[in-house]
């Protein structure tokens, strides 16, 4: 099943984030999956020691690294993009 038709993967994907960068503001329930993740409609507010922290979440919890900036800031764009990443089939 692609990553962004299982809503399981997405709520983990979104749980992982807010608890890696400890945000307490809204819930996982509340962000949109098409809603860029770094823009501030997605009302997160995240910076890039963030983006470090989701990094290492990837790799603790999907087994997937991406160290890469430019990698990273072309899969970490939305959740269903992240989600198509981590399991696209």
Do not use: H, W
């Amino acid at each position: 099943m692609k990553g962004s038709v299982d809503n399981t993967l997405k709520l983990r994907l979104k749980t992982m984030i807010f608890t890696e960068c400890d945000i307490e503001d809204i819930t996982p329930d509340e962000l949109n999956d098409d809603v860029m993740i770094f823009s501030d409609a997605s009302g997160l507010g995240l910076d890039s020691l963030d983006a470090l922290q989701i990094s290492m979440g990837l790799q603790n919890q999907f087994g997937t690294r991406l160290v890469d900036s430019k990698e990273f800031r072309r899969r970490v764009t939305t959740i269903n993009a992240l989600a198509d990443y981590i399991q696209p089939e």
